[in-house]
């Protein structure tokens, strides 16, 4: 069973860059694919970012495309979302999520199975 633990996030000024990670302790992801959602306080959690583990396949949601990049280390069993020129609009609780079945991503959070502890990322104006 996946078990994932985050790590990274805090509070950054807009325009600045925070990283966040994202480690399966029991090195099972690769038959998973992996998002990152955020939630802000009255909002709905919101898909960020997906990466698939056995393709080169990512997804972003327009709003952060050019600015946010995920990644992945296999051997590390890990998965990153680097985040650049982050604006107040970006502030949320950030949470990692694998899935196992169907396509690698999908926006209805109820799609995985597994979740991280959620990290809190503040960007002040």
């Known amino acids: 069973q996946v078990q994932l633990v985050q790590s990274g996030g805090g509070l950054v000024q807009a325009g600045g860059s925070l990283r966040l990670s994202c480690t399966d302790s029991?090195?099972?992801?690769?038959?998973?694919?992996v998002g990152w959602f955020r939630q802000s306080p009255g909002k709905e959690r919101e898909i960020v970012a997906a990466i698939a583990w056995s393709s080169s396949n990512t997804y972003y949601r327009n709003s952060v495309q050019g600015r946010f990049t995920i990644s992945k280390d296999m051997a590390a069993n890990t998965v990153s979302l680097q985040m650049n020129s982050l604006r107040p609009e970006d502030t949320a609780v950030y949470y990692c999520?694998?899935?196992?079945?169907?396509?690698?991503?999908?926006?209805?959070?109820?799609?995985?199975?597994?979740w991280g502890q959620g990290t809190q990322v503040t960007v002040s104006s």
């Open positions: 999520a694998a899935k196992r079945s169907g396509t690698y991503y999908n926006t209805d959070p109820a799609e995985y199975a597994y």
């Open positions: 029991t090195s099972t992801l690769s038959r998973y694919g």
